[in-house]
């Protein structure tokens, strides 16, 4: 990997980074029952918490890989599969910068075949 294609690639992470902090900080995952008494109504706020928390977590999650991408280049070890350790393909770092496996070994882990680090 280049120089310059990690600098390009570390300045989209970290620009990712900042937007997912944004979006966790302006979720508001409470709930005030005090001003719905009405049972329909609570449950359809309970689910759209449900949903929001479910996002949240999808979005700190990515958060981590984004992180972990961000120390693997500070360590040299940016764009190598954490399994089999070969490099990952350019085109799926250019896609999904915070990507930890090659695409082999993203499908065995889809697949439930490969233990995720």
């Given at each position: 990997m ?5 600098k390009?690639?570390k ?12 979006k966790l ?7 005030d ?6 049972p329909?109504?609570?449950a ?12 949240s ?27 089999c ?5 350019p085109?799926?770092?250019g ?23």
């Amino acid at each position: 990997m280049s120089k310059l294609n990690l600098k390009s690639i570390k300045e989209k992470l970290l620009a990712e980074r900042e937007l997912l902090i944004d979006k966790l900080k302006g979720n508001d995952l409470s709930v005030d029952d005090s001003e719905t008494p009405d049972p329909v109504d609570l449950a359809v706020r309970n689910y759209s918490k449900n949903v929001m928390l479910a996002v949240s977590e999808n979005e700190s999650r990515q958060l981590t890989l984004i992180d972990e991408a961000l120390l693997r280049i500070d360590d040299d070890e940016y764009g190598y599969c954490l399994n089999c350790e070969n490099a990952i393909n350019p085109k799926r770092l250019g896609a999904i910068p915070w990507a930890r496996y090659c695409l082999n070994c993203q499908e065995l882990l889809e697949q439930g075949l490969l233990e995720e680090e």
